[in-house]
């Protein structure tokens, strides 16, 4: 090389790093680095720890992932990693990635190897003999066609195509006990978000949180578990946003905060209810808004009432569900709602929330909630302040708020968000904070216990949905206002195509008389009391971690003892999959484990948090001849058609006819996007026409209606492209219809379609506002057209109300506990690599209380509640808003504080718990 001046320089300075620094780990990291980028391979993808699914840059080589690192253009990230998405070489590279899948009989002493196929056979066998054993064509003189006794369990991390088959299968072959770990753990506010708009899905893109004025955290610490979440909010306050958080424990996300209202555990809920108090007491609410696009002025039956104790009119007793027969609105001669649009009138929607929430005066809001009269009103103004025009607020929940308000805390989120007209414009929205990479690709797919693809129901057996027609006219949801317009008036054409694909050479009719019925309603916690009681004989697992699950182990392992069988579908074992495959676990139970390819080398997709559609090349790594778990059902489903034409068995005629034809996990998605009779699934990517209109022109093809827009394999593995400061992005792949802010339509002025203020996101939205975007009503997933501030479908009421009781005093030698939300404990669980950030599970102590009791910071503590009993170390802190409380951090809070009633994803609040001091063990 020619030694020139520039040259020169180079190499001293290079000499003198080395030297200052130690010489050779500079040496060795810098090298390194252009050694994976030019000698290996590499190749786009997305990190799965989270539903951000930020992009990034795969290296590998030799069949081992090398390196990972961020996408320099991708606008879910802005070219930034956290630490997380480091993890998957560790993941992708580790040695106890399943291979060989294996089988230990019933009374047998060990797991033998079997070839792969051979243990798909294994399956259908285990399957089918159960189904005949159980399979019931009516109960109790109802048709049922369906088999109560195999459960189905899906974990977070399988792609959109595994879920769509494993339902699939699942009701083909006549099942109806098939969930998620997304409806267990995030029940609650699936349930809230569906009662008030509809549908459960995050309504704006994360980015789109640096054009508010106001971010409010609660219940979640995304500075811990979202990282890239922060990036937005940082940006916000770069533009003079204000970040509240409000958390019991000052959180690294409440140490940035400008405000943090450290309020007393458990009372969420009833802080909420005085800021809606505030909103509606001060007028500082969007009444237009409410006007045009809630339920603010229907007139609610007249026999409604809300006692003293917070109960409402139908409520027999505790214990007891509430006969909602007074929950009704008032029907016009045309079946729409009557409405008083001055709301003015004591039983309209709006007159009934500020009289039931006036008892929420600040003074018995911060007597209850510990907080102090400035900071509470200062944050109800900032509130107030985001419903002028051109003002906009952002709410960030997570486990915390459900498990300390259950379901009507996002309810009364949902509410505030409505009052100040933040739904459906730039900056506003909800965001549910998760660690699951597709827990929103899941749902589309297994949205409930009783759920089609796409969100349609099961036939009701209790409501005698036996007749086509009738089970069409329950759902379809026809309205008689010309200004509602949703959705679900093409529910015929949903489910006719849906049925198209299961069944090509099938008549619709013909169809739905094979179907299982069954019942809604159904839950986590019904599923472990049957299987506790022995009603399920079968457990089917795809990539579920039991032990993650909001129950003590100890209980579930008791349930787990009492099954016939366990099929696990998982890539590598986990702590439920050790306890599952070792010696301890019950020896009368059949046990396969069947392995599945590594997240790297698998071919899927995912939809991130905000319902965008994102596709992943599998590489070639060492595990690539394994199938995933689409193509592995296939396989079982071919040998239960080949048992029931050899051995014949009951009700057999779903599982023979339906078609299990797919070459490809690309041919599974592409049904899943749609397709005509014309086309092939091969030649539908390259039709342009294909869109949701032509679902009512059968015979039409499609196996989840929400993904029709979405075209083809060009579309799906195209990059975006849209400059940083941009709120929307070019792209087309967000459900429904491209849409990238839910419910835009809120944007605009009812009368004349034109844009409310700036922040309307229709204006970028839509290339123009025409003359349809006016006098149609925007909550298109909801009957009449509007989102309910007065939601009749939940079941513990239909406005959020929060209790006033102050506690009651305790012993001084016991405390009040309350646990962390999901999260960091599970991610520690399930990935050792993840301990460093969460290492273990621990108990945080106000440091006057330790004081008190004689504790001493880093001891082992006994923690004893009724619900259970565990030894943790202590941390003695002042970061606790009440000496009363301690914290539990970690996956022992399910030992201490779930009670086995779970319908509502909440605990029995408060926990009393008694804390004994241990030996300190060297700490």
Not at 101 to 116: K, L, M, P, Q, T
Not at 809 to 837: P, T, V
Request: aromatic share 10%; with cysteine; hydrophobic share 35%.
């Amino acid at each position: 090389m020619q030694v020139t001046r520039r040259n020169f320089l180079k190499i001293a300075t290079a000499i003198c790093g080395v030297a200052a620094t130690g010489g050779l780990a500079i040496f060795d990291y810098v090298s390194c680095i252009p050694f994976f980028k030019r000698k290996s391979s590499s190749q786009r993808g997305f990190c799965p720890f989270c539903g951000l699914n930020c992009a990034l840059i795969i290296h590998y080589r030799d069949s081992v992932i090398t390196a990972v690192e961020a996408e320099k253009s991708s606008f879910e990230s802005g070219g930034r990693l956290c630490p997380k998405a480091h993890m998957i070489p560790f993941l992708a590279n580790q040695k106890s990635l399943r291979e060989l899948g294996v089988i230990r009989y019933a009374d047998s002493n060990g797991f033998e190897n079997r070839s792969y196929s051979t243990l798909l056979g294994e399956c259908a066998e285990l399957i089918h003999a159960t189904r005949e054993e159980s399979f019931a064509i009516d109960r109790s003189g109802l048709k049922a066609n369906n088999c109560e006794s195999i459960a189905v369990v899906v974990g977070d991390s399988v792609s959109c195509e595994d879920a769509y088959v494993i339902n699939k299968f699942s009701r083909v072959a006549g099942l109806t006990r098939v969930g998620t770990e997304a409806l267990i753990k995030h029940e609650a506010a699936a349930t809230a978000l569906r009662a008030t708009y509809g549908i459960a899905a995050q309504t704006n893109p994360h980015y789109d949180i640096k054009n508010s004025d106001l971010i409010v955290v609660i219940g979640s610490n995304p500075v811990r578990t979202s990282p890239m979440q922060l990036v937005a909010i940082t940006e916000a306050r770069k533009r003079g946003a204000l970040l509240v958080v409000i958390d019991p424990v000052l959180s690294e996300t409440a140490k940035i905060a400008d405000i943090h209202l450290a309020i007393r555990p458990g009372t969420d809920l009833v802080l909420l209810c005085g800021l809606i108090r505030y909103l509606l007491h001060n007028d500082s609410i969007d009444k237009e808004y409410l006007r045009d696009n809630t339920d603010a002025p229907f007139l609610v039956n007249e026999s409604f009432r809300v006692d003293s104790n917070g109960n409402f009119s139908g409520f027999s007793g505790e214990g007891k569900e509430y006969d909602t027969l007074t929950w009704s609105y008032i029907i016009d001669e045309r079946g729409n709602p009557k409405t008083d649009y001055n709301l003015k009138r004591s039983n309209c929607v709006f007159q009934i929330l500020k009289n039931n929430y006036s008892q929420y005066t600040p003074d018995r809001v911060m007597n209850r909630t510990g907080i102090s009269s400035d900071l509470f009103l200062h944050v109800a103004g900032e509130l107030a302040a985001s419903s002028r025009p051109a003002k906009s607020c952002s709410f960030l929940f997570g486990g915390g708020l459900t498990e300390s308000a259950g379901a009507q805390g996002v309810r009364a989120v949902s509410v505030m968000q409505l009052l100040c007209g933040n739904i459906g414009i730039a900056g506003g929205g909800l965001y549910g904070i998760n660690n699951s990479a597709n827990q929103q690709g899941i749902s589309d797919q297994i949205g409930g216990w009783n759920c089609f693809p796409g969100y349609l129901p099961l036939p009701d057996s209790e409501k005698m949905e036996n007749d086509y027609d009738l089970y069409i006219r329950n759902n379809s949801h026809k309205s008689n206002d010309f200004s509602v317009s949703h959705f679900w008036t093409g529910f015929k054409g949903y489910f006719e195509s849906l049925m198209h694909c299961w069944f090509p050479d099938e008549d619709a009719k013909a169809v739905f008389d094979m179907l299982p019925r069954t019942s809604s309603g159904y839950n986590w916690s019904q599923l472990l009391n049957d299987i506790d009681a022995g009603t399920i004989k079968g457990l089917t697992l795809f990539e579920a971690d039991l032990f993650n699950m909001p129950v003590p182990r100890e209980r579930l392992k008791s349930a787990l003892k009492k099954l016939s069988w366990i099929i696990m579908f998982e890539t590598f074992p986990g702590d439920f999959s050790r306890y599952i495959g070792g010696t301890s676990f019950s020896k009368d139970t059949t046990v396969i484990i069947v392995p599945l390819p590594a997240f790297p080398s698998a071919s899927l997709h995912f939809v991130s948090s905000e319902r965008r559609f994102i596709a992943k090349k599998g590489l070639s790594l060492r595990q690539k001849s394994l199938p995933g778990i689409a193509l592995a059902l296939q396989g079982v489903a071919k040998k239960m058609i080949a048992l029931q034409k050899l051995k014949g068995g009951v009700f057999s005629e779903p599982i023979v006819r339906c078609a299990w034809n797919y070459s490809s996990v690309k041919s599974v998605a592409k049904e899943m996007a749609g397709y005509s009779r014309e086309q092939t699934v091969e030649t539908v990517a390259e039709d342009s026409e294909n869109k949701k209109e032509n679902f009512h022109q059968p015979p039409y093809f499609c196996g989840n209606w929400l993904y029709a827009d979405l075209i083809g394999s060009k579309s799906l593995l195209k990059r975006d492209s849209a400059p940083q400061q941009s709120l929307l992005r070019n792209t087309d792949r967000c459900w429904p219809a491209g849409a990238q802010v839910l419910f835009n339509n809120a944007g605009v002025i009812f009368k004349d379609g034109e844009p409310r203020h700036a922040k309307s996101v229709a204006v970028e939205d839509n290339a123009a506002i025409t003359g349809q975007r006016a006098r149609r009503r925007p909550f298109y997933f909801n009957k009449d057209g509007v989102a309910y501030l007065f939601a009749r479908k939940m079941k513990s009421g239909p406005i959020p109300l929060g209790s006033l009781t102050v506690l009651p005093e305790i012993q001084e030698s016991s405390y009040l506990l309350f646990g962390s939300d999901y999260g960091e404990a599970d991610m520690a669980q399930k990935y050792k690599y993840y301990r460093e950030y969460f290492p273990e599970d621990f108990l945080l102590m106000h440091k006057d209380a330790a004081r008190d009791g004689g504790f001493v910071n880093g001891d082992y503590v006994s923690v004893k509640t009724a619900e259970g009993f565990t030894r943790l170390p202590l941390y003695v802190t002042d970061r606790i808003a009440d000496k009363r409380y301690v914290k539990i951090a970690g996956s022992a809070s399910r030992e201490l504080l779930y009670s086995q009633d779970i319908k509502q994803g909440r605990s029995k609040f408060p926990v009393v718990v008694s804390v004994q001091k241990e030996a300190s063990r060297g700490r």
